[in-house]
């Protein structure tokens, strides 16, 4: 197979490194360009990460030798994931998806936006059809696909098999990881010892973004699902891994073992063998103390959402705790996975 030629923007950050590091021998894509600000643009990217790489895999050697780049098209390559910090995102990529590069983001700008999908592969890969109404409403050569906030993809995936049983409303509390936060994240002495109960504007995207994930593709628009969903978002003293304590309303009135069945069962992207997808998107755990960060946040390849702990909830109905990989099913590997269903869909021609 001939591989596509992918470049990666803000490759030097805690996700881009993440990025670096799942991309470095994928079947499907050749890392051939990587990007960032100024400062490290112009050195080859072993130079400029020179003490700043903080994961505990080496550099690929062919990522490694490749020259930083600016973040303006020109790059050559396909497609380009996004790594860069909101704050500058937005411009840039509509800059590349104007011309003519496939961008796959992991960045919160471009989201919520009415003609950008907004995608997980297992829970609404039909929304991808909303491309085609992107690229004439915009003029665009390329394109922009996005995947949702580390909690919110967790979540969602939780939530997906539930829909059949008539979900109704949603309360979740979530303990999230520090490497969430990036480097340096969060000061040692706010967080040892400690529960941070705000992260800014992360409450809001999950009780938005899981509208719009589990909502429908009408004609040129999303109609977001009929579910109301409450969010507690805090910051704990984890490394790796969000855990989300989440209560349900279902109609239907399923018995435990019925709502077990469905999460096992679930497993949309089966015998499309993308190089990414988990071979159980959902994994069950039934002991009573899991799932656990340490323990449970690597189980297929970092890519799946750990579900354990259901039981009767007394005030909605049902509850059940969720864990997964925040930094890569949670973000670089998100947006890979998305690349990878594009390809397979056409998108990619």
């Known amino acids: 197979m001939n591989k596509v030629k992918v470049g990666i923007l803000g490759a030097t950050g805690m996700v881009g490194q993440r990025f670096v590091q799942l991309l470095g021998n994928h079947p499907w894509f050749q890392v051939t360009e990587v990007a960032a600000s100024e400062r490290s643009a112009g050195k080859s990217y072993g130079e400029s990460m020179f003490g700043r790489w903080k994961l505990p895999t080496a550099i690929p050697e062919s990522i490694g030798n490749l020259v930083v780049k600016e973040c303006v098209p020109g790059l050559d390559c396909q497609v380009v994931f996004s790594a860069l910090d909101a704050e500058i995102a937005g411009p840039i990529e509509q800059a590349f998806a104007q011309a003519g590069y496939v961008v796959s983001s992991n960045s919160r700008n471009h989201r919520m936006e009415p003609d950008v999908p907004l995608l997980i592969p297992e829970v609404n890969a039909d929304h991808m059809g909303m491309i085609a109404f992107q690229k004439r409403n915009r003029g665009w050569k390329g394109m922009i696909v996005t995947n949702p906030n580390c909690s919110t993809i967790h979540l969602v995936i939780a939530l997906k098999p539930l829909m059949q049983f008539g979900l109704n409303k949603v309360f979740v509390t979530t303990m999230q990881a520090l490497s969430g936060a990036g480097y340096p994240g969060v000061a040692s002495l706010d967080i040892l010892d ?12 999950m009780e938005r973004e899981t509208l719009k994930l589990l909502g429908r593709l009408g004609e040129g628009k999303f109609v977001p699902a009929s579910i109301t969903v409450s969010a507690h978002c805090t910051r704990v003293n984890v490394n790796d891994g969000h855990t989300e304590c989440v209560s349900v309303k279902l109609e239907k009135k399923p018995g435990i073992d019925e709502i077990k069945a469905a999460f096992k069962a679930f497993n949309p992207l089966k015998g499309l063998d993308l190089p990414s997808a988990p071979d159980h998107p959902i994994v069950l755990r039934e ?63």
Not at 194 to 205: A, D, L, Q, R
């Open 287 to 349: 002991e009573n103390n899991r799932p656990q960060p340490k323990m449970d946040r690597d189980v297929e390849k970092s890519m799946a959402s750990v579900v354990g702990r259901i039981r009767e909830c007394p005030l909605l109905g049902y509850k059940f705790v969720v864990l997964g990989h925040n930094t890569v099913r949670g973000a670089a590997g998100a947006a890979i996975l998305n690349a990878e269903l594009m390809k397979v869909k056409g998108y990619l021609n």
């Open 194 to 205: 400690n529960v941070i109960p705000y992260i800014g504007g992360e409450e809001e995207k």
